[in-house]
């Protein structure tokens, strides 16, 4: 019994310490002591020993093609390089390679930077550009396919000058290569050939600024810089720690836990606001969210009254549009920090039609629209969305329910996590989704070709217009045209044409452009990316 | 005795078997793990290559017997999400959720002997009833309340809503740790303890609540035994009775209890890992579900039903050598 | 059980735990059966929803720079949530849907697991075994981890699905105790006599080892509901219960937990807070039943099973 009670008695004090203790720490945290008794350069003045930044999840793999989604690759983008670089507005810059040329209209020349080591002390050279792509478009679980599918080959002319082949011409070919992260041939073959592929997953080796020291799942990634970069990053050690909750995200940078975090939850931006050693970084995002309407089916999986499917009357597809009070949504769910969507992608894409506005909220003529079509009284629905995806997407969903009940449809909402959402949507089970999609290159032709080009598995289109299910043959023209178009201002003359089409037609109605939103310590000087990567050695300590 | 041990033993593997084959069959027909590894715009030569690499295009008792194979052989199939074994996966959370656990008790067990033996010594004293009624309030509350109104108290209400007299502790996470023999723990380090203090005590309180009342009980039983009598009348002072004579043996059924809680605990953390995004089992379980990665699903449920059909063998097999009356059958 | 009702009644007046106990039971129960009548706003339709009024804190403590409420004609008085839910309607409307939820497991499971307990006792040989191993496997899992699976099967939730995988885990509870007893009067006297009379066993069991068991079981059955409630809870806190549309408590705290942390405490305090004065009534009045029923089973209340 003593030793019981002094050992309550020792938990009762460790309870009155651990709480006493909480009050004061505004400074970071001290990042645990680098392994190996190799102590990392500390940097000037009182700069924290490592910066610690904080997504919302952990990378999935450290294999560039196995995944392609934005917290891995924000990771990948500090360890690996491309070719081709995209800068923070996503305007093309020299990457790997230095210069590139177009020999004739199926024909780039890239020019490859010499004297560039992989972090395992291999040579790069063009064989480990030909290798990447040819991994990246032939390996069955590869991600990357997609952003590439124009290319035919790729061959090395010299140790330093790779050749590509498109099979039509490209206009975009820049953006797409600038997708492909390099891995170094060698010792990949070698590794998969010792350890099979899995081993990719945790053992990168790329070119970048920083080299990965170590990584444990869900808890920490580290990386340091890498002494044979060409740059010279001046923050030394980095470490990723994932949270997966927002609000808990942003009390660890209250707290002093960590130096920088994304996804700020909208409603509490003031928090930051309010705290001088705090600041909030926001860039408007290329993401738009949507409303995807099955303009195809009669039967539809959502419409449980179907046939006949209403959506496929462009009145009715007009009256919800009209029926969304997209300023309400803004305003009270997003807290502002969206920006209502008139067409399908923002001003600052490739391909943004100027001459379209996004008509007023009108609950009465789309009551109006709805009886003309033969609905006088609505319908039912299912909406479905994702409810770990966007931000707040399942409360925009409920909100949309509510405001379209007023004009007489019935709206059953179904919010599930998503991976299962997107398996539904792909498998077509949808008939009106709350989805969202950003162009990454920066150019609008992915949308029309992706998600409203008619199905056509052999090209490559429409391959996730498997719930949207829209076919316009006037608008596949379209996009055909400006896929071979290279003329800049002719193509984007079709590309507008393109637009102005679907919003008319409005097989899907645009809500809102997210805005991303960051915070960081206020001694970090860092501008956030257009493609919501955060490089390291784009910041700095001030 | 050693015909019932291999009775129960055959049993055993029979349920295991049952359970794996539900959880085999159930999984298979719940999605197409194929869409979950490839692209968005993969084609249909891509798709029935990945299908036949995972051997899913043989007929279903084929595959089931790899899966049981390569299951006693330790392989209970690949993440689809992270690309690597489920079990490692799971293993290398299980020292952050077992800290949690162990946290729990420890917090239940020093909290309950006390308390238990204060209720038990004055029954029906003003201190006995508030500490009942206590631990029934701890049993009537649900354990992600529980969480919630700690994260309220210990992180909203300090930090965010300006309240200057509470102590702020962190909303989640787990604190820095300390590598011993290469496993991670926080319980070392000050960061790491602010860290756990919330998660441990919000899974140990139904934890307490229900051995406090269980301590009481035996306690009350003990203390009106005739030999307890015997001591007082010899003149022994009161804390002497009931430490000694009487805890002494109301602590074999209260041992027993607690040991069949603990795997409860370690399967019951995943709620509190959630609300504290703590890093363990738990918190990888509703993660792979909310992704849809069915070998770390799978793999987690096969691992949990070993642990508590084991448990459940030596309760009953202790059970049978306690009280012989109860026969087990065949 | 031979005190009688009336007697049972006064003491049930005189306890100074139980009889608090008794009120607030009886209040929330009524008000969760005449929610749909007694609701300010009809919160489970989403036209009802003024989106402009939402995140309005409780009446009290609403100040100055509080935006003018947009819906006419009801007061907000425990504030509303992120869509302009009014809390205290949402929570009525909640509670029918825990108490729901618990009645019809405890029903259908009750009914389910103590045949099958009696059966088995009785009958022995093979059918206990296979009912028996199949309660094993059942147990060999806590009820949430079961109960979580099936409802991540089915992708989404919904009522009835939360009650049939509530259910396919709580009857083993009944069987079990069921089976005991069974076994213990089996080999009693009266029995063994009725059988020596040549009754058939079904009269037997229902007849003779039914009542016998009936009033461990109505005890379990009490704690259940309360278990059942806080199982139905913790399954929609962590996503796989009733929808958003029709939310129980538990989904009410869950879509009010990351308001919390950006401090909008109400919408996850005060659904909480009735939660926690359903069960707790609940567990109190069964203490204390328990104890004035049947003095020799107070000992065993610590030996609960866990339900969440």
Redesign the interface.
């Known amino acids: 019994m003593h030793a019981l009670r002094s050992l309550t008695l020792a938990m009762l004090a460790l309870a009155t310490l651990v709480a006493c203790g909480g009050g004061e720490s505004p400074a970071p945290a001290p990042s645990p002591a680098p392994e190996g008794g190799e102590e990392a350069v500390a940097p000037p003045s009182a700069a924290p020993l490592a910066l610690i930044l904080s997504q919302r999840g952990d990378a999935l793999t450290l294999d560039p093609y196995d995944e392609n989604e934005t917290p891995t690759f924000s990771i990948l983008s500090n360890i690996f390089d491309a070719i081709v670089d995209f800068d923070p507005d996503l305007q093309i810059a020299p990457g790997l390679a230095t210069s590139w040329e177009r020999v004739d209209d199926l024909t780039w020349d890239f020019q490859l930077r010499e004297g560039v080591a992989f972090h395992s002390g291999d040579a790069f050279t063009a064989d480990d550009v030909v290798f990447s792509f040819d991994r990246a478009q032939h390996w069955e679980e590869s991600e990357a396919v997609g952003d590439i599918l124009t290319i035919a080959s790729v061959e090395a002319i010299d140790e330093h000058t790779v050749r590509f082949h498109t099979h039509q011409p490209d206009p975009i070919l820049l953006r797409r290569v600038a997708q492909i992260l390099i891995m170094d041939k060698e010792s990949t073959e070698q590794a998969i050939e010792e350890h099979g592929v899995t081993w990719l997953v945790e053992h990168p080796n790329g070119t970048g600024p920083y080299r990965f020291v170590e990584w444990i799942r869900e808890d920490h990634l580290t990386l340091e810089a890498f002494g044979g970069w060409r740059g010279t990053p001046t923050i030394e050690r980095v470490i990723f720690r994932p949270i997966s ?4 995200r ?2 660890a940078l209250l707290a002093g836990d960590v130096h920088l975090i994304t996804d700020v ?1 909208v ?2 931006t003031d928090r930051i606001e309010g705290q001088p050693n705090l600041r909030l970084h926001r860039r408007p995002s290329l993401r738009l969210i949507y409303l995807g309407l099955d303009c195809g089916r009669d039967e539809s999986p959502g419409l449980p009254d179907s046939p006949p499917n209403p959506l496929r009357d462009h009145r009715v597809r007009e009256a919800i549009h009209l029926a969304i ?1 997209e300023e ?2 803004v ?3 997003m807290n502002g920090f969206a920006e209502p969507a008139g067409q399908l992608v923002p001003p600052t894409v490739f391909g943004y039609n100027p001459a379209i506005t996004r008509p007023a909220h009108n609950p009465e003529r789309a009551m109006e629209l709805l009886a003309e079509a033969g609905f006088p009284d609505g319908f039912r629905i299912r909406l479905d969305a994702p ?1 770990n995806r966007y931000v707040n997407d ?2 925009i969903a ?2 949309i ?3 379209l ?2 004009v007489g449809i019935t ?7 998503k991976a ?1 959402f997107f398996e ?1 949507e792909e498998l077509g089970e949808c008939s009106m989704f709350l989805i969202g999609w950003s162009n990454s290159n920066g150019d609008v032709a992915g949308t029309f070709e992706f998600l409203l080009h008619t199905p056509d598995e052999a090209r490559g289109l429409g391959s996730a217009n498997s719930s949207n299910n829209y076919s316009n043959p006037e608008l596949d023209a379209l996009i055909e045209e400006a896929a071979r178009t290279v003329d800049e201002g002719q193509r984007l003359e079709v590309l507008h044409r393109a637009m102005a089409l679907v919003m008319e037609d409005l097989p899907q109605i645009p809500l809102h452009f997210q805005v991303d939103l960051y915070a960081a310590v206020s001694e970090l000087d860092w501008t956030p990316r257009q493609d919501c990567r955060l490089r390291v050695m784009e910041m700095r300590w001030r | 005795m050693s015909r019932v041990l291999c009775l129960r033993l055959a ?1 055993t593997v ?2 295991l078997f ?2 794996s084959l ?1 959880v085999f069959v ?1 999984l298979r027909f ?2 197409d793990p194929v869409l979950q590894m490839l692209p968005r715009n993969h084609t249909q030569a891509q798709y029935d290559a990945t299908r036949a690499r995972l051997g899913l295009d043989l007929p279903l008792h084929i595959q089931y017997g790899r899966f049981i194979v390569n299951a006693v052989h330790g392989d209970l199939g690949t993440s689809y999400v992270h690309s690597v074994p489920a079990v490692d996966l799971i293993l290398g959370k299980l020292p952050a959720t077992l800290e949690l656990a162990t946290a729990a008790m420890l917090f239940a067990i020093c909290l309950a002997f006390p308390l238990g033996m204060l209720a038990a010594m004055r029954p029906h004293g003003i201190l006995a009833r508030v500490i009942l ?1 206590g631990s ?2 701890g ?7 529980i969480g ?2 700690f ?2 108290l210990f ?2 209400l300090p930090n ?2 300006g309240v200057e007299w509470l102590p702020s502790m962190p ?1 989640g996470g787990r604190g820095e740790c300390v590598a011993i023999l290469g496993l991670r723990f926080s319980f070392l380090t000050l960061d790491g303890i602010r860290h756990l203090a919330m998660p441990a005590m919000t899974l140990g309180l ?1 934890y307490l609540a ?9 306690m ?2 003990e203390l009106n035994e005739d030999y307890v009598r015997v001591a007082r009348a010899k003149g022994l002072s009161e804390a002497s009775v009931t430490v000694k004579h009487a805890l002494r043996n109301a602590l074999i059924p209260v041992v027993t ?1 607690m040991g069949m809680q603990f795997g ?1 605990l370690i ?2 953390s ?2 509190t890992e ?1 609300i504290f995004q703590w890093p363990g089992m738990g918190k990888l379980l ?1 993660d792979s ?2 992704l849809n990665d069915q070998p770390v ?1 799978m793999a987690y ?1 096969l691992l ?2 070993v642990i ?2 084991t448990i ?1 063998l030596v309760v009953d097999l202790l059970y049978t050598v306690i009280d012989p009356r109860v026969r087990v ?2 | 059980m031979a005190r009688g009702g009336d007697s049972l009644l006064r003491r049930l007046l005189r306890d100074r ?1 139980a009889f608090p106990a008794a009120i607030v039971l009886s209040v929330m129960l009524f008000a969760g059966i005449c929610a749909p009548w007694i609701v300010p706003q009809d919160s489970n ?3 009802e ?1 003024e ?2 009024d ?2 309005r804190p409780p009446i009290w403590s609403l100040s100055d720079d509080d935006e003018p409420q947009r819906a006419e004609g009801i007061v907000y008085l425990l504030g509303t949530d ?3 839910r009014d809390m205290l309607s949402a929570i009525l409307l909640g509670l029918r849907v825990s108490l729901l939820v618990g009645f019809s497991v405890v029903a259908i499971s009750s009914v389910t697991g103590t045949t099958l307990g009696i059966i088995a006792g009785y009958v ?1 040989g093979r059918v ?2 296979i009912i028996m ?1 199949i309660a ?2 059942t ?4 009820s ?2 079961v109960a ?2 099936i409802l ?2 089915w ?2 939730g919904g009522l009835e699905r939360v009650i049939i995988a509530i259910c396919s885990v709580r009857w083993v509870a009944y069987a079990r105790t069921s089976r005991g007893c069974t076994l213990s009067e089996k080999e009693k006297d009266y029995v063994t006599a009725a059988r020596a009379l040549g009754q058939r066993p079904i009269k037997i069991m229902f007849r003779h080892i039914f009542p016998n068991v009936l009033s461990p079981l109505a005890i379990i059955a009490a704690v259940e509901i ?1 278990m059942v409630i ?1 199982l139905e ?2 399954l929609s ?4 219960g009733t ?3 029709e939310p129980s408590l ?1 989904m009410l ?1 869950k879509n009010g ?9 109400w919408i ?2 005060f659904p ?1 807070l009735a ?2 004065a359903l ?2 009534s ?3 009045l069964v ?1 204390w039943l328990r104890d004035t029923l049947n003095p020799h089973l ?7 099973q ?1 339900a ?1």
């Open positions: 909750n927002d609000p808990t942003l009390a939850p409603r509490d009070d309400a949504i305003a009270n769910t409810n399942h409360r409920q909100a329910a509510s405001q009940a007023r709206v059953e909402v179904s919010a599930r996590p299962i539904d | 049993q029979i349920v049952a359970v539900i159930v719940a999605g009624t029934l309030l049993i009537s509350m649900p354990t992600f309340f919630l109104m994260i309220f992180a909203v965010i809503l909303a139904y229900v051995l406090l009342r269980l301590i009481r009980g035996e009350i039983q209890v409860g399967a019951f995943l709620v959630t509703i579900i909310g699903v449920l949990v039903a508590f059909v459940n059958q065949a | 735990a339709d989403p036209g929803l989106l402009w939402s995140l992120d869509q302009g022995g206990e075994m191993r094993d496997i147990l060999s899992f806590p949430i981890l979580l699976f991540s099967l992708k989404e309360a806080m809870a913790t806190f962590l996503g796989v929808p958003i549309t538990g705290i937990y990351e308001d919390l942390l950006s401090g909008n405490w996850t305090v909480g939660l926690v069960v707790f609940i567990n109190v203490d107070a000992a065993a209340a610590g030996a609960r866990r969440e």
